[in-house]
C-alpha cells in the first residue's frame, strides 16, 4: 500500500542546515493483539496424546477406504470429508487406489439417475484429485430448448449448494460451468434468508468464500462446525478429525509463540516504526501454503520472510526516499554485509536482519541441494526489490506505465515468487531435479496465483488510495492503457482472476507432470489470496475476518470427543 508522495519535499533543521527529508505519516491500523501472542504456551504432552488419539481412527478409516463392499457414492462422500477436514495427507495412497479404480470403471449412464447433490460431489472429489471428470454430467439438468437450468433444481438447495462448490473446479471452455456458476449463486443469494439455520450457514459461508478456493484449515474447521452431520456419519472420522484440530492447534500455539518472539527479538518495533504490525496476519500465510505438521519449520520461515518483505513493502511505498530506495536496492542486489556502509542509519539493522535470516535459513537446509536452493530464495528476494524500486520510480517521474509493463513488474511485487520458492525448498521437493527443472519453467499455476495476488491486491486497495494523483497500479493502468472506465476496468479485472483460477484448476488435473504435493503450495498461496483479498484487504485492515480466522485457529478451543 502506498501513501501521499510527499517524500521528496524537504524540511530545513535551522539549527545545524541539515536538510531532513519529510516523511510520510501512514495511518496503519495498529495490531490488536499487543503481547497477548506472547503469552502463548504448550504442554508438550500433549502433543503425544493427539498423536495416540489419531492412530485408531486412522486405521479404522483406511479400511473403509479400502472396503470393496462400500457403495461408491458412499465412498466418494467419505473422500469428500477427509478432505474438507484437511486430512487427505493422511490417505493420499489409499484414496488414490479408490479414485483411479471407481474413475476407470465409471460410466456416463452412471449418472442418468444421480441427483444433482451426488453428481456434485463426484465432480468435485474427482477434479480435486486431479481427475478430468466431464462437465457434461451436469447436462442433464439443462433445459436445452429454453437454454436455462431447469426449474425443479431450485428446489433443492443442498444440491445447488453442491453445485456452486463444484462450479469452482471449473476450466477454461466449460460454459456449463460458467453458467452454473452464476444460476446457483443468484439462487442461493435469493433464498440464503428462508433456510433453517444449519443449512443457512452452510450457504452463507459458501457464498462469501467456496470451500476450494478458501483456507484449507479455517475450512475445515468451518466444515467440522456447519457440517456435523455429515461429519458424525463416521464415529472415526469425528475422532480423527478432532484430535487433529488439537494437534495442529498446539502447533500453530508453539509456531505462532517463536515467530512473534522473533518479531519482538528483533526489535521491528523500534527499527521500523513506519512498518505495519501484523504477525498473526502474516503468519496466517504461513499457516494457509501448508497444513501438514512436517512443515513447521517451513510456515516459521515463511512468516519470517512475509515479515521481511512487508517491511520492504513499507519503506519503498512510503517510508524510503527514492534516493533511499536506489541505495537500498542496490545494497539487496549486492547481498553482501560490505553494502550497509552505503545505506542511510535506519536501514542499516534492516539490511542486517535480512541477511542473518538467510545464513540462518541455510544452515538449516540438508546439504544436498543447498546452494541452488539459495541462490532461487535470493534471487526470489532481489527480484521484488527490483520491482519495489521500478514502482516507485514510476510514482516518483510521475509516470504511468501501460497496463502490459505494470503487471510484468506487478507480478514480480506480488512476492509470490518468495513465497513458492521458500516453500518449495522446505518441502525436499526442490531438491529432485525434475521439480526444479519445472518449477524453473514459470509454471502456469504460478503465474495465475500471482496474477490473482497482483490483482486483488490491487482491486482491493485502489479506492482509498484514489486521492493521489498518479496511480501506479492496475485498475488505473488498465483505464489508461485501454481508455476504459472505471466500473468497467474492475469488472474485465475480476474476470481475468476468473480466468487465473480456470488455470489454476486445469493445472492440477496435469497431475502426471508433477506430483500434487508439489502442486499443493502452490494452489493454497491462491487460496490464501482470495481468503484475505476477495472482499477488501484484511490484510492492512484485520479488523474483521483475519482476526475470526486466527481465533479460531489459535485461540479457540476444541471440545474433545
Ligand atoms: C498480493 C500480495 C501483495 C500479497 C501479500 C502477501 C504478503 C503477506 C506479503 C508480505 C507483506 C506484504 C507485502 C503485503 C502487501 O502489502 P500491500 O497491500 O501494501 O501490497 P502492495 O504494496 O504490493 O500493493
Known amino acids: 500500500m502506498t501513501t501521499q508522495e510527499c517524500n521528496t519535499t524537504q524540511k530545513k533543521n535551522c539549527k545545524n542546515t541539515i536538510t531532513e527529508p519529510m516523511r510520510p505519516v501512514v495511518n496503519f491500523p495498529p495490531s490488536i493483539w499487543g503481547d497477548r501472542l506472547l503469552s502463548l504456551s504448550v504442554d508438550h504432552s500433549e502433543f503425544h496424546a493427539y498423536d495416540i488419539a489419531m492412530e485408531e481412527p486412522k486405521e479404522e478409516l483406511k479400511r473403509m477406504l479400502m472396503n470393496p463392499a462400500m457403495d461408491s457414492n458412499t465412498k466418494l462422500g467419505l473422500i469428500n470429508s477427509v478432505y474438507r477436514l484437511g486430512l487427505r495427507y493422511h490417505f493420499v495412497e489409499e484414496i488414490k487406489c479408490q479414485l483411479d479404480k471407481l474413475f476407470m470403471e465409471l460410466k456416463m449412464e452412471d449418472y442418468h439417475e444421480a441427483d444433482l447433490y451426488t453428481i456434485s460431489i463426484n465432480f468435485k472429489v474427482f477434479r480435486q484429485h486431479g481427475y478430468k471428470l466431464s462437465c457434461d454430467v451436469f447436462n442433464k439438468f439443462k433445459d436445452h430448448s429454453s437454454g436455462t437450468f431447469k426449474e425443479y433444481i431450485t428446489a433443492d438447495v443442498r444440491g445447488m449448494l453442491s453445485m456452486y462448490e463444484a462450479t469452482q473446479l471449473c476450466t477454461t471452455g466449460e460454459s456449463i460451468l460458467d453458467e452454473a456458476m452464476a444460476f446457483t449463486e443468484a439462487q442461493l443469494m435469493g433464498v440464503v434468508d428462508t433456510l433453517e439455520c444449519n443449512l443457512a450457514k452452510q450457504v452463507k459461508h459458501a457464498l462469501r468464500s467456496p470451500s476450494h478456493r478458501g483456507m484449507q484449515m479455517v475450512e475445515a474447521r468451518l466444515y467440522f462446525i456447519n457440517y456435523e452431520e455429515e461429519c458424525s456419519m463416521h464415529d472415526s472420522l469425528l475422532k480423527l478429525a478432532n484430535a487433529h484440530f488439537n494437534l495442529l492447534q498446539l502447533q500453530h500455539k508453539e509456531e505462532l509463540f517463536i515467530f512473534t518472539k522473533w518479531v519482538k527479538d528483533m526489535e521491528f518495533k523500534k527499527i521500523t516504526p513506519y512498518a505495519r504490525d501484523r504477525t498473526p496476519e502474516l503468519y496466517l500465510w504461513a499457516v494457509g501454503i501448508f497444513l501438514e505438521p512436517q512443515y513447521s519449520q517451513a510456515r516459521i520461515i515463511i512468516s519470517k520472510m512475509a515479515q521481511l518483505l512487508m517491511v520492504l513493502d513499507d519503506i519503498y511505498d512510503a517510508y524510503g526516499t527514492i534516493e533511499e530506495l536506489r541505495l537500498l536496492t542496490d545494497a539487496i542486489n549486492r547481498w553482501e554485509y560490505s553494502a550497509t556502509d552505503q545505506l542511510p542509519e535506519y536501514i542499516k539493522p534492516l539490511y542486517k536482519i535480512l541477511l542473518d535470516e538467510l545464513t540462518d535459513i541455510e544452515k538449516k537446509l540438508p546439504k544436498e541441494g543447498r546452494t541452488k536452493r539459495l541462490y532461487a530464495s535470493k534471487q526470489a528476494f532481489q527480484e521484488v526489490a527490483r520491482g519495489y524500486h521500478q514502482e516507485a520510480e514510476w510514482r516518483f517521474s510521475k509516470q504511468v506505465p501501460s497496463y502490459e509493463e505494470y503487471m510484468k513488474n506487478g507480478l514480480i511485487t506480488s512476492t509470490f515468487n518468495v513465497f513458492s520458492t521458500y516453500s518449495l525448498m522446505n518441502m525436499g521437493e526442490i531438491d529432485s531435479e525434475e521439480a ?15 496474477l490473482i495476488g497482483r490483482l486483488y491486491n490491487d482491486l482491493t486497495s485502489f479506492e482509498f488510495e484514489g486521492e493521489r494523483a498518479e496511480q501506479v497500479e492496475s485498475v488505473h493502468t ?15 479485472l475480476k474476470k481475468i482472476i476468473e480466468n487465473a483460477w480456470k488455470d489454476i484448476n486445469e493445472e492440477c488435473l496435469k497431475s502426471t507432470e508433477v506430483s500434487m504435493e508439489l502442486l499443493a503450495p502452490i494452489l493454497n498461496l491462491a487460496r490464501i489470496t482470495d481468503m484475505v483479498y476477495r472482499h477488501n484487504d484484511r490484510f492492512t485492515f484485520p479488523e474483521a475476518t483475519t482476526v475470526e480466522y486466527v481465533t479460531l485457529l489459535v485461540i479457540d478451543s476444541i471440545p474433545m470427543y
Open 436 to 450: 526444479l527443472v519445472w518449477y524453473q519453467t514459470h509454471p502456469k499455476i504460478l503465474e495465475a496465483t500471482k
Open 478 to 492: 488498465y483505464m489508461k492503457t485501454f481508455g476504459l472506465p472505471e466500473n468497467i476496468v474492475v469488472d474485465e
